[in-house]
């Protein structure tokens, strides 16, 4: 049974940092893309981070670009969403999200979708 599980979430203050964490098991790891992607109230889906299966590439949703950082750890089947800077704006769900390749994993097409973990951003 394939299981991404976040953890880390919370409640912060604007200018603020969290660290999620999104624990995967039921898969080979080490063979799938990783994204993070973050749904608030009355918005759509937006992708927020993504990393390659060995870590060398990442990319970044505009929105988190110089505030956010993705990374992965394959020996501990473990895929990491370091937020500082945190503004009101990035209040959401955040969902980890796994397909198996070299492929960004889309809205579309995935492989596997945690079911998240609150961010609440407020003063």
């Known amino acids: 049974q394939v299981q991404l599980v976040e953890s880390g979430g919370g409640s912060a203050q604007p200018g603020g940092s969290l660290e999620l964490s999104c624990a995967v098991s039921?898969?080979?790891?080490?063979?799938?893309?990783m994204a993070w992607y973050r749904q608030a109230p009355g918005k759509d889906c937006e992708e927020v981070a993504g990393?390659?299966?060995?870590?060398?590439?990442?990319r970044y949703g505009d929105s988190v670009k110089g505030r956010f950082t993705i990374s992965r750890d394959n020996a501990k089947n473990t895929v990491y969403l370091q937020m500082t800077n945190l503004r009101s704006e990035d209040t959401a769900i955040y969902s980890c999200?796994?397909?198996?390749?070299?492929?960004?994993?889309?809205?579309?097409?995935?492989?596997?979708w945690g079911r998240g973990t609150q961010v609440t951003v407020s003063s």
């Open positions: 990393i390659s299966k060995d870590g060398a590439r990442t």
């Open positions: 039921g898969l080979a790891f080490s063979e799938y893309y």
């Open positions: 999200v796994a397909r198996e390749g070299d492929l960004y994993p889309t809205k579309n097409n995935f492989d596997a």
